[in-house]
């Protein structure tokens, strides 16, 4: 992982989380949308702007890719780089976490 995909997505924003844990499988932009719903019992509801936006980053960044279209729907799923970003935010995360129950 070079330092730039480092720099951009570590520690990583509530959106790009989830969009990169809702892409493990298969996805397309509204079927995003609603897994993140879900997942978050309504919590957070991503805009379209925001998502596409995210997706399109993403994809330069080749943290997902672009496997097929259905019904006029992209869908796309996590790479490799992807998946190891997600791990390293999710380390990040339990770290905090342990640290505050330590402290508190």
């Known amino acids: ?3 730039h995909i480092r720099k951009v997505y570590v520690p990583m924003t509530e959106t790009g989380f989830y969009i990169l844990l809702s892409l493990r ?3 397309h932009g509204y079927g995003i949308v609603q897994k993140v719903k879900e997942m978050t019992d309504g919590e957070i509801v991503l805009t379209p702007g925001t998502m596409y936006g995210s997706l399109s980053k993403m994809e330069k960044d080749r943290l997902i890719r672009f496997v ?3 019904d006029k729907r992209k869908i796309y799923q996590i790479t ?3 998946t190891e970003v997600l791990e390293l935010e999710r ?10 129950r ?3």
């Open 102 to 104: 330590e402290v508190l």
């Open 91 to 100: 380390r990040r995360i339990e770290r905090l976490y342990r640290n505050s």
């Open 25 to 27: 499988e298969p996805n």
């Open 1 to 3: 992982m070079d330092a």
């Open 80 to 82: 490799e780089l992807g």
């Open 68 to 70: 097929r279209e259905e």
